[in-house]
């Protein structure tokens, strides 16, 4: 047994050392124009070819190129192709008909699934379940290492704490911890055991770093922080991705602090490799090295690519700038060859880690690529992932769960019968025919003899012809109204900030014509983000949050609206009461003017509103009420070598029984630098039978209370601390101790 243990280490050392002499023999053999083709990523023209090519099959100019340049050894990667059968047919031209043989790396964007899709990665992380989202992102890997992949630009792992920038819905939303967790768990199920599986992908961390921080929310904008910020919050979830074993990561398009992030040395060398020791390879972005030329950085192409590749960008994605440029840098002298060879080495280590110099294909073939795409294993966890991310933000009444029987039901809304709406952004290679809709969900779990009217009402941006005035009549009709409406996902990820986090003036106007005939409304939300939540949509009896929840939408949601599933999700994003609001995040500092609810001028607040969450980070209902006890520490004191137990008693006074995620968070009343005014710690699922009380205990560690000093070093001081376990970022009192 112990020799065993002690074993794995050393054979995982030899084989490194043997790729490492692999690799640099190939490289002594590498003109400098195929080592600028291992640098070179392209997208795959190949890719909507899922069913392969075959003899005769004609080429259009796009691919007819790439095959010229992946024969002449000018590609080394290519993204966003997939299938067994195609992958294989390209790979066969890098192995057997370039020079060296050097098999291709095949990238894609797997962020929530392949063919199956889970969750958007926002609406997972509500479930506050780290298992969850490793046994995602592993089937998603399944499903993507059969297509041939072998790379995925995910997790995304940029703190968002502006609900207006649209990208927030790849995260897991605003808080620090959450996001490290988060990035753990995913890195883990998409790198798996063993990289030269066939279902493990290498993870690619994104967008590095702070693109997240992108100012007044709109995306590509530039990024201005202390480091101490840069440190203490955007920083943290790369770094737990890399300890997690990441290979690869994504240098972003931002400015950060006057350079933009791919062309930052600092960054992308002292700080990656320096002072952290990752051992992978950097992406750039989408054409970010060219994009360095519009930022005012780069004079010309070829200034681009010296300053990218020098500052530690290794595989150019799109642009073309390394191919063409590289060459000339080295022969000019303004680019050493060792910088190039540093660069292939770590491109050409990841595909020997992936095992490709043995197995270019790793085993992907259309057998496998059959039995493991949609399979009935992913599908379910794509329903178990839908119900685990819903989160219930009120519920008047016990209005939730609905009976099956006996109520007429009025689904209204742009959502109800939709399809292509249910997978969210990021879904590249989903299968819509996968789709369930929620009218498809809600029948399903009613059966024949339901009493279901379906109406649109309204599109999704626009008012329709007549919509309100069926939606009016079918509620009229019914007991109880299900009001699907949101966002669609064209209106959040990439390039899509909105000035108002609000839902689109057509569909509140569907809600007021709704509320009006005084029917009860369970709000359905489809959202990408924290949204304000306004008139008849919050004055709706219930709401829960679905985002985007991927093929199994429909039936999900109907598990949580009947009852089959108790809603255990909470927020990863504050619901603010105002887009005005925003950026508006929990673990915000204090002002030397907190307000309170019951100040009125001259403290931190904007006219009118509280300087709160309507709906804060953390909160969820389920179907039982839950009372928190005030909460106890185990010593007024603390010590640099103790732990402190921190307790509650959970009371559940309701008839179910419940799944309540107890929060513990902090505040260091007087610090050298100013410290958030809470700040999440740990978190737990504690489980309270119907009608009964649990005490439950979380510890505290020294550790916990360590934050980044002047000197950007940890450190911790004595004094004042706050500690609260609660169901929320905005609720309980808090215990106090001192540390000594
Ligand atoms: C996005 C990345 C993505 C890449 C490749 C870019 O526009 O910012 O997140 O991985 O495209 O599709």
Partial sequence: MMAGMMMAPRIAAAKAQENLSRVDALIARMTIEEKAGQLNLMNDPFRWRPEGINPGDTFDSDQAQTAADIRAGRIGALFNGVGAASTRYVQDMAVKESRLGIPLLFAADIVHGLKTTFPVPLGEAASWDLDLAERTARAAAVEGGAAGVHQTYAPMVDVARDQRWGRVVEGAGEDVLLNNLFAIARTRGFQGDDLTHWSSLVATPKHFAAYGAAEAGLDYNSTDMSEQMLRSVYLPPFKAAFDAGALSVMSAFNDLNGV??????????????????????????????????????????????????????????????????????????????????????????????????????????????????????????????????????????????????????????????????????????????????????????????????????????????????AAVLAAGDADVVLLAIGESSEMSAESKSRTEITIPDAQLALAEA????????????????????????????????TWFLGSQSGNAIADVLFGDHAPTGRLPVSFPYKSGQSPFYYAHKSTGRPSRPTDREFTTKFRGVPNEALYPFGHGLTYAPIRYSAVTVSSPTMTRDDELTVSVTLTNGGERDASEVVQLYIRDRAASITQPVRLLKAFKRVTVPAGASVETSMTLKFADLLFLGGDLTPTVEPGLFDVWLAPSAQSGEPAQFTLV
């Fill in 260 to 469: 933009p992030t791919s062309g930052n040395k600092w960054l992308l060398t002292d700080v990656l490799h320096g002072e952290w020791g990752f051992a992978g390879f950097v992406v750039s972005d989408y054409t970010s090295e060219q994009e360095l030329i519009a930022h005012g950085y780069a004079a010309d192409g070829r200034d681009a690519a010296r300053l990218a590749l020098m500052a530690g960008v290794d595989m150019s994605m799109k642009s073309g700038l390394y191919i063409k440029h590289i060459p000339e840098l080295v022969q000019s002298g303004d680019v050493p060859v060792e910088r190039v060879d540093q660069a292939v080495r770590r491109v050409l280590m990841t595909k020997a880690a992936l095992g490709l110099f043995d197995d270019p294909y790793r085993g992907s073939d259309v057998r496998t690529e059959r039995r493991v795409t949609g399979s009935r294993e992913h599908l379910d966890l794509a329903r178990e992932a839908g119900r685990k991310s819903i989160v219930m933000l009120k519920n008047e009444g016990d209005l939730l769960p609905l009976p099956r029987t006996g109520k007429r039901i009025a689904l209204i809304g742009p959502f109800g019968a939709d399809k292509t709406d249910v997978f969210g952004p990021w879904s590249v290679f989903k299968d819509m025919a996968l789709a369930v809709s929620l009218e498809e969900g809600v029948r399903a779990a009613l059966g024949d003899d339901a009493h279901l009217t379906v109406v649109k009402g309204s599109d999704v941006e626009a008012p329709l012809a007549g919509g309100i005035e």
């Fill in 514 to 545: 709704v509320a009006a005939t005084g029917k009860p409304v369970v709000v359905l939300l489809r959202n990408g983000r924290g949204m304000e939540l306004s008139g008849a949509v919050n004055g709706a009896a219930a709401i829960l949050v």
